[in-house]
C-alpha cells in the first residue's frame, strides 16, 4: 500500500513567486491534514479536510495561503505570492475516518529566496 | 489549549546507553499521545502511540515510553543506543475524538549517538 506522497520533495523559489505542493493521501483516507515546520520553530498544523470540505483551517497563517482537495482525493496547497518566512518544510498526512493515528508523507521542503 | 514541551532541544548519548527523552504536556481533557521520530531527510515515522488502557506503550525500534497523568509526562526510553537511533524525536498530543485528530508538537529533540 503507498503511503502519503508529496510533491516536489523539494523547491526553491524567489520572493514573489507562486508555489503549488501537492498531496497524495493514502488511499480511501477521508482525513488530509497539512502541517509546516518553519526554521528552528515546532511543527505546526495548518489545516484538515475531511473527504473535499475544510474541517479546520484555523492555522492557515495568512490569505496568501490556498488549499483544495479536488474531490476528496488529492490535495493542493499554494502559496501566492511567496515570502521569505514561508520557508521551511510543508508535511501532508492522512488517517481514516475514526482512527487516532495520522500517517505523515516525507515532506515538501520549501526555500524562498 | 494543549501543549507540549520536549525538555532539550539535542541529546547526546553512547552508543549501548539509555536513551531518554522528556515529554511533558498540558491539556485540559485526557489525551491521545504520540512519538515520532524523523531519520535523516526523511518524513515523520510513528514510533508509539498512548490512547487508552496501559500506560507502559512499546512501539517499534526497541523504543517504549509510559504514560504519567499525575506528572503530565510521556516520557520515551530505549534501554541501548544504537547508531541508527540519530534523528529528530517529536512528541505530539490530540485531543479530538470527532472528525480526525489535530496534533500539537513540542519542539523536538535532537539525538546524536556517539561510537
Known amino acids: 500500500e503507498a503511503g502519503v506522497t508529496q510533491f516536489p520533495s523539494h523547491s526553491v523559489i524567489e520572493k514573489g513567486q507562486t508555489v503549488t505542493l501537492r498531496c497524495d493521501p493514502i488511499?480511501?483516507?477521508?482525513?488530509l491534514y497539512w502541517y509546516r515546520r518553519v526554521m528552528g520553530k515546532e511543527i505546526k498544523f495548518l489545516l484538515h479536510?475531511?473527504?473535499?470540505?475544510?474541517?479546520?483551517e484555523s492555522g492557515m497563517p495568512n490569505n496568501r495561503f490556498l488549499a483544495e482537495r479536488t474531490g476528496g482525493t488529492y490535495s493542493t496547497l499554494k502559496v501566492q505570492p511567496a515570502e521569505l518566512e514561508d520557508s521551511g518544510v510543508y508535511f501532508c498526512?492522512?488517517?481514516?475516518?475514526?482512527?487516532?493515528?495520522?500517517?505523515f508523507g516525507e515532506g515538501s521542503w520549501l526555500t524562498v529566496v | 489549549a494543549q501543549s507540549v514541551t520536549q525538555l532539550g532541544s539535542h541529546v547526546s548519548v553512547s552508543e549501548g546507553a539509555l536513551v531518554l527523552l522528556r515529554c511533558n504536556y498540558s491539556?485540559?481533557?485526557?489525551?491521545?499521545l504520540f512519538w515520532y521520530v524523523q531519520y535523516p531527510n526523511q518524513g515523520l515515522q510513528l514510533l508509539l502511540k498512548?490512547?487508552?488502557?496501559?500506560?507502559l506503550v512499546k512501539g517499534i525500534n526497541g523504543f517504549e515510553a509510559e504514560f504519567k497523568k499525575s506528572e503530565t509526562s510521556f516520557h520515551l526510553t530505549k534501554p541501548s543506543a544504537h547508531m541508527s537511533d540519530a534523528a529528530e524525536y517529536f512528541c505530539?498530543?490530540?485531543?479530538?475524538?470527532?472528525?480526525?485528530?489535530?496534533?500539537?508538537f513540542g519542539g523536538g529533540t535532537r539525538v546524536l549517538v556517539k561510537p
Open positions: 488511499s480511501g483516507h477521508d482525513n
Open positions: 505530539a498530543v490530540s485531543v479530538s475524538r470527532a472528525a480526525g485528530n489535530k496534533l500539537t
Open positions: 479536510f475531511v473527504k473535499e470540505s475544510k474541517q479546520d
Open positions: 498526512a492522512s488517517s481514516p475516518a475514526g482512527a487516532n493515528t495520522i500517517y
Open positions: 491539556s485540559s481533557v485526557p489525551p491521545y
Open positions: 498512548y490512547t487508552t488502557g496501559a500506560t
